[in-house]
């Protein structure tokens, strides 16, 4: 907290093992002042008025979130302007989470890794003119027999890579 650079340009936080939400969020405001361009998170859970933050921030290039954190976003149009690059790996999301309003969110947006549990969701609709390369990683989650079926919808007109991970899919054309 004492370091007085102007800008941070890669910013790592790995606090998995620590419940101090409190901590979490002073680390992760202070690379958001310093604005930060790269931000790696790596934390048990934090405090839901952090992800708002987050995902309103102008400078961030790459977002890296493995945090079992219940996600909230803010009402705002336009989150992450310069956006690039997101990962959301364990997060818990809401039962009607906008996940579409998200990626919207996201104008530069080029690569998506979508990894954990997303059972809860009926529908998981991506839908970017932007994005080239996709990730959806659901066997990190772990296997379940009573899973409901999620269906996936696609709209990616510029999509040059397609990783799907599960343990089973079925693919309709």
Not at 14 to 32: H, Q, T, Y
Not at 58 to 67: G, M, S
Not at 90 to 118: H, Q, Y
Request: with cysteine; charged share 20%.
């Amino acid at each position: 907290m004492l370091c007085k650079p102007t800008k941070i340009n890669k910013f790592c936080l790995n606090r998995a093992k620590s419940p101090d939400v409190n901590g979490n969020k002073s680390w992760i405001e202070f690379a958001l002042l310093k604005g930060v361009s790269e931000l790696d998170i790596f934390t048990y859970r934090f405090n839901s008025s952090v992800t708002q933050q987050l995902f309103m921030c102008a400078t961030l290039v790459v977002l890296k979130l493995h945090a079992k954190s219940e996600m909230k976003l803010p009402d705002e149009s336009y989150f992450l302007p310069n956006l690039k690059f997101l990962q959301l790996e364990f997060a818990k999301f809401p039962v009607n989470f906008p996940l579409t309003r998200l990626i919207s969110g996201c104008p530069m947006l080029e690569d998506l890794v979508l990894e954990g549990g997303w059972e809860d969701f009926n529908v998981i609709n991506i839908s970017s003119p932007t994005l080239i390369n996709l990730t959806l990683d659901f066997i990190s989650f772990g296997y379940q027999y009573d899973r409901p079926t999620t269906d996936v919808l696609l709209d990616l007109p510029n999509l040059l890579h397609f990783n799907y991970e599960d343990h089973l899919a079925i693919i309709t054309a």
